[in-house]
């Protein structure tokens, strides 16, 4: 009651609660609840907010709670103060601007189909429905629910689309914005992706076909060249595509690929057959004077289209389930071992997998490059001998080991 009563003072004054909280009533009418305390040997002020809004009842259990802060060495004043800015980060934290300054830190670096399909992600099936969300904010269940449905859709995206969001969580603790990763509430919550392999002819019969149609094939010379090297070189997709002039090593008859540009993110060395080099010098007089060796028809600044040389298989008549380009490597893979005969290891290594010496080290790019560099010459070699013996209707030569 007596706070209740209290009137409106000619000079301000402070009506005691006791422990060092009072009501401050000042001149203007305004009333403060306020808490008088010392810490490390200085007196300091806390305002516990202003008389009715705050009741007497909240501005004691206020008091109570700064008292125990202070009897645990805290200064209950910063530790309102930092409670301010942590909420006031968390409502600024959005899903979308930590998932793009995520982005922003994180994805550079990574290849250029990667950086594209994790945009896609975010952009269409995350940030409309979380982006707007506070990240610190966002349950498990809420998660779930835009993960079940991109499932339906397609159970693969959707395990990507947890993966990355997992991957932004982690960026968000480390920088304050959240305290834990809720995608870890939800392993085991999505359908068990289907585990398929990418489609690829491995018999030597059916790839001298295959040989034949990309030679005959009536496309543009980027694209032709681009299907031919594909074969012979079996390199990933997305390193083709971006195959830069700079690159290419005329005196050593090599492709010498930056580490940036590889998903093992190491340094690799593709020797040239002279088949290959035929093929470069043949595009050369085309597309010799830009980055790209196959540039997109857009322009010469950006690559060849992902699509370009799946559309050509496509074109050619190979279905999804006959052959994709990153069939290619799984073909030189099967056939260079079960055919050929050559040494697994010289095969891993031309394919950029991680191949470890017998002491658990990782080889460098150099590891068996002169072996290679024959192994690559007798597969353009294979394939010339394949192609050649089935136009001129040979295809017993088909099934012939080097």
Request: aromatic content about 8%; charged content about 25%.
């Amino acid at each position: 009651m007596a706070v209740k009563n209290a009137k409106t003072p000619e000079k301000n004054r402070k009506l005691a609660d006791g422990g060092g909280l009072y009501l401050f009533l000042h001149t203007n009418g305004s009333k403060y609840w306020r808490y008088d305390y010392r810490h490390l040997g200085k007196r300091r002020t806390q305002s516990l907010g202003t008389y009715p809004e705050v009741s007497l009842v909240n501005a004691r259990k206020a008091h109570i709670e700064s008292r125990s802060l202070l009897a645990q060495g805290t200064d209950p004043s910063s530790a309102k103060q930092l409670a301010k800015i942590s909420a006031k980060a968390q409502a600024n934290n959005t899903f979308e601007q930590v998932a793009n300054e995520w982005y922003g830190a994180k994805i550079q670096d990574k290849s250029e189909s990667y950086r594209v399909r994790t945009l896609r992600i975010l952009r269409q099936d995350l940030y409309p429905y979380l982006g707007r969300r506070s990240i610190s904010e966002i349950s498990p269940q809420e998660l779930l629910a835009v993960l079940r449905r991109i499932e339906r859709r397609t159970v693969d995206i959707a395990h990507r689309a947890k993966q990355t969001t997992g991957q932004i969580y982690k960026y968000a603790i480390a920088i304050g914005a959240a305290d834990r990763d809720i995608s870890s509430d939800l392993t085991g919550a999505l359908k068990v992706r289907n585990k398929t392999h990418r489609a690829a002819i491995t018999e030597p019969a059916e790839l001298a076909k295959l040989l034949v149609a990309i030679y005959a094939y009536c496309g543009t010379p980027a694209v032709s060249t681009a299907l031919k090297l594909s074969a012979l070189l079996f390199q990933r997709p997305g390193e083709i595509r971006h195959m830069e002039w700079s690159e290419i090593n005329w005196t050593d008859r090599r492709w010498e690929i930056p580490a940036n540009k590889m998903k093992m993110r190491r340094d690799h060395l593709v020797p040239l057959s002279s088949q290959a080099i035929g093929e470069l010098k043949n595009i050369q007089c085309l597309t010799g004077n830009g980055l790209y060796v196959f540039p997109s028809a857009r322009g010469g600044s950006r690559p060849l289209s992902d699509n370009g040389v799946r559309t050509a298989l496509r074109t050619m008549g190979y279905s999804n389930e006959q052959m994709s380009p990153h069939g290619f490597r799984a073909m030189a893979r099967t056939i260079l071992d079960e055919v050929l005969d050559y040494r697994v290891d010289w095969i891993e290594h031309q394919l950029a997998h991680a191949v470890k010496d017998p002491t658990g080290r990782a080889y460098n790019r150099t590891t068996f490059l002169h072996q290679r560099a024959e192994m690559m010459q007798g597969w353009a070699d294979y394939l010339e001998g394949l192609r050649l013996a089935l136009e001129r209707g040979n295809e017993k030569y088909a099934n012939t080991p080097k």
